[in-house]
């Protein structure tokens, strides 16, 4: 049965017809540059990829003043919270251990517990060895140790190094970080297993 041009649907206007080739490319325009686009920040990424943190070997103190059994906290320019100790009798690099003390489990100090021979977090019951290993609480139910630093022994210099990208060792070593090693003491034990 053939259709009357009264009962067949009205044909798109020219106008209509601008509008929906308007839209669609568009649309298609828009795809394409969000594709073009997640490709080009792919391949950006592999040319240029994200830089590192910066990081430098900080002075802490001169080796020998910092006693066998003894520590003293260091704050890195970055503000990270260290604590540097020496465990051996000699001054070579393998004497010194450098640890963050901040808890990894919720950033509360940690502190050195002479009489249990650990670091200890009060917060949540935390403890970690001499090597900063967690040992019980929250951190060793979720294998959080605490963060060491590298030190080394460079002419008869304790240095530390540390990330140094936020403040950019803020002004490169004020004088409070020149005093002798004594002049903040934390006990540590006198031997490393
Ligand atoms: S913050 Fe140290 S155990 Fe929770």
Known sequence: MSQTASNLPPAIGNEERRTFLSASGLAMTVG??????????????????????????????????????????????????????????????????ALSSVCPHLGCRVHWEPQHD??????????????????????????????RFPVKVDRGM??????????????LLPSDRLQPCPAVRTEVPRSVS
């Open 32 to 97: 394409l540059a969000a594709g073009y686009g997640s490709f080009a920040a792919i391949l950006g990424q592999f040319l240029y990829p994200a830089e590192q943190p910066r990081r430098a070997w900080l002075f802490v103190c001169l080796a020998e003043e910092l006693p066998p059994g003894e520590g003293r906290d260091f704050v890195a320019p970055s503000g990270q919270r260290i604590v540097v100790a020496r465990h051996g009798q000699g001054t070579n690099d393998a004497d010194y251990l």
């Open 118 to 147: 650990r670091f200890f977090c009060p917060c949540h019951n935390g403890a970690f060895d001499r090597q900063g290993r967690a040992t019980e609480g929250p951190p060793a139910a979720a294998g959080q140790h605490l963060v």
């Open 158 to 171: 304790l240095l530390v190094e540390v990330p140094v990208d936020s403040v950019l060792t803020a002004a």
